[in-house]
T-cell receptor
Framework: ETGVTQTPRHLVMGMTNKKSLKCEQHLGHNAMYWYKQSAKKPLELMFVYNFKEQTENNSVPSRFSPECPNSSHLFLHLHTLQPEDSALYLC???????????????FGPGTRLTVL | GENVEQHPSTLSVQEGDSAVIKCTYSDSASNYFPWYKQELGKRPQLIIDIRSNVGEKKDQRIAVTLNKTAKHFSLHITETQPEDSAVYFCAASRRGSGNTGKLIFGQGTTLQVKP
């Protein structure tokens, strides 16, 4: 349960605010992910980092800005968000081993974001 | 683009009955199919997964079957218990050379097990 942690767990922000979400993994993994989970929608992949390099940006608006300073930490910087960005933001990590093999992703508890 | 369809969206069963959730995927190159369980207010947790080189996998009361020809896979829960009540997500992924595995999730199934 403590392998992937996220802070804060809850965040309320205005549309003009700037805030950051933090994710930390203690599993020794080399890949980290941001997902958005909205009501009535499937989990949407936002960003993927592998060995600190961004390998996927799933057409995410520029008001979401990821940062991965090392393999254990991942941030999501938020600015000028819209009310429709309110959702649960989940971080995940995996041990990316070899081409052709997808490894299990382990999720953090999420940050419940409300944009007013 | 890649797509995973999951059915049903809600499922209600009596305790002790079996539950089956089905998913279909569009990318024939998909080779990894995990199932996640998400209880209310908690994180998704992997409960079982299957790779394309096997057709069935079982872990106690949970089993997953894969039909690559039809591009669908199913989760089977036998002898359901109230604590099985949760939202279940299927996902599919393919991993080519040089890129990290990208999971495409289904829409989720809310399972309610009535005592």
């Amino acid at each position: 349960e403590t392998g992937v942690t996220q802070t804060p767990r809850h965040l309320v922000m205005g549309m003009t605010n700037k805030k950051s979400l933090k994710c930390e993994q203690h599993l020794g993994h080399n890949a980290m992910y941001w997902y958005k989970q909205s009501a009535k929608k499937p989990l949407e992949l936002m960003f993927v980092y592998n060995f600190k390099e961004q390998t996927e940006n799933n057409s995410v608006p520029s008001r979401f800005s990821p940062e991965c300073p090392n393999s254990s930490h991942l941030f999501l910087h938020l600015h000028t968000l819209q009310p429709e960005d309110s959702a649960l933001y989940l971080c995940a990590s995996s041990q990316d081993r070899s081409a052709g093999y997808t490894d299990t992703q382990y999720f953090g508890p999420g940050t419940r974001l409300t944009v007013l | 683009g890649e797509n995973v369809e999951q059915h049903p969206s809600t499922l209600s069963v009596q305790e002790g009955d079996s539950a089956v959730i089905k998913c279909t995927y569009s990318d024939s190159a998909s080779n990894y199919f995990p199932w996640y369980k998400q209880e209310l207010g908690k994180r998704p947790q992997l409960i079982i997964d299957i790779r394309s080189n096997v057709g069935e996998k079982k872990d106690q009361r949970i089993a997953v079957t894969l039909n690559k020809t039809a591009k669908h896979f199913s989760l089977h829960i036998t002898e359901t218990q109230p604590e099985d009540s949760a939202v279940y997500f299927c996902a599919a992924s393919r991993r080519g050379s040089g890129n990290t595995g990208k999971l495409i999730f289904g829409q989720g199934t809310t399972l309610q097990v009535k005592p």
